[in-house]
Structures are given as C-alpha cells and as structure tokens.
Nanobody
Framework: QVQLVESGGGLVQPGGSLRLSCAAS????????MGWYRQAPGKERDLVAS???????NYADSVKGRFTISRDNAKNTVYLQMNSLKPEDTAVYYC???????????????WGQGTQVTVSS
C-alpha cells in the first residue's frame, strides 16, 4: 500500500509564493511518476505538473514559468514550488504517485487527500 501525505497549502496574496510537499510512505512498492493535479470549484481535476526520474518535468501551459516541480527520491517526496500566484490558481491541489509492487505489474495511481490553495487579496 502507498499513502501520500500533503502539506504546505494556505492563503496567499496575488504575486506570492507557496511550496507544497507530498511524502509517500510505501512498503515493497516502486514509485514511478509523481505529480500534482488541481481542482477548482465546479471544474474538473486537471494536471498541473508531473515528474519522472531521468526525464524532464511536464507542466500545464497555465503554470509554465511560475511553478517548479521537483522530487527527492531518498525521501520519497515530491514538491511543487508555486511563484507569482494568481487568483485563478485557487484550487484544491492533489498529489499523486504511480506505484507497483513487481516489475511486471501495471502502474497504479495513488492520491493524496488534497490541500487547499487560496490566492486572494
């Protein structure tokens, strides 16, 4: 089983910054791609950024140049540094991790509980 615990959300003024963290606890699972989605009220959950070891990160067009995703494999943790925040970034942010027990298994996506980010003056 894989459990994801998020932290770092909150209220910030436009133009401000926040850093989200997501730590994965796992037993006998390998982690693949990790990343973040967000869901604003009345909207679908959309991919914000993802990162796979050994590959370039992937970003939604709306956050390119403002958000940076990184991961620490030794700590099984993924981060999302969010700069120049805008009111339209307001949403619940969910981290995810793809994991599998055996190399011949399919990757399964696990989710965090979500953390609220509110950008408002």
């Amino acid at each position: 089983q894989v459990q994801l615990v998020e932290s770092g959300g909150g209220l910030v003024q436009p133009g401000g910054s926040l850093r989200l963290s997501c730590a994965a606890s796992r037993t006998a699972f390998s982690l693949g791609t990790m990343g973040w989605y967000r869901q604003a009220p009345g909207k679908e959950r959309d991919l914000v950024a993802s990162i796979t070891s050994g590959r370039s990160p992937n970003y939604a067009d709306s956050v390119k140049g403002r958000f940076t995703i990184s991961r620490d494999n030794a700590k099984n943790t993924v981060y999302l540094q969010m700069n120049s925040l805008k009111p339209e970034d307001t949403a619940v942010y969910y981290c995810y991790a793809e994991a599998r027990r055996w190399s011949y298994d399919n990757w399964y996506k696990y989710w965090g509980q979500g953390t609220q980010v509110t950008v408002s003056s």
